[in-house]
Nanobody
Framework: QVQLVESGGGLVQTGGSLRVSCAAS????????MGWFRQAPGKEREFVGG????????YYTDSVKGRFTISRDSAKNTVYLQMNSLKPEDTAVYYC???????????????WGQGTQVTVSS
């Protein structure tokens, strides 16, 4: 069973940076894609981006392109979301997710972490 544990959330000012981590266990993740989602109060969960664990290829939603970067460390079985130039509208609970797939498709994610809060103050 896949287990995902996020960490690294917190409070940051507008324009600041934050890195959140997702420690993955329970599987060999070479055939997985990993994703980051977020959910703000009163809003639906939003796909932020993903990474193919094997190839390292990434995909980002338009609102975070050029500001957020997803990476993975295979030795540590950890995926990172580096967030730069943060805006108040980035405030949300950020979730890590995993999909046994070759492609980054929102509907394929079936394993989820518990989430970590990111708050960007104006």
């Amino acid at each position: 069973q896949v287990q995902l544990v996020e960490s690294g959330g917190g409070l940051v000012q507008t324009g600041g940076s934050l890195r959140v981590s997702c420690a993955a266990s329970g599987r060999t993740f070479g055939s997985y894609v990993m994703g980051w989602f977020r959910q703000a109060p009163g809003k639906e969960r939003e796909f932020v981006g993903g990474i193919n664990w094997s190839t390292g290829s990434t995909y980002y939603t338009d609102s975070v392109k050029g500001r957020f970067t997803i990476s993975r460390d295979s030795a540590k079985n950890t995926v990172y979301l580096q967030m730069n130039s943060l805006k108040p509208e980035d405030t949300a609970v950020y979730y890590c997710a995993a999909a046994r797939s070759l492609f980054i498709r929102v509907q394929d994610f079936t394993s989820w972490g518990q989430g970590t809060q990111v708050t960007v103050s104006s």
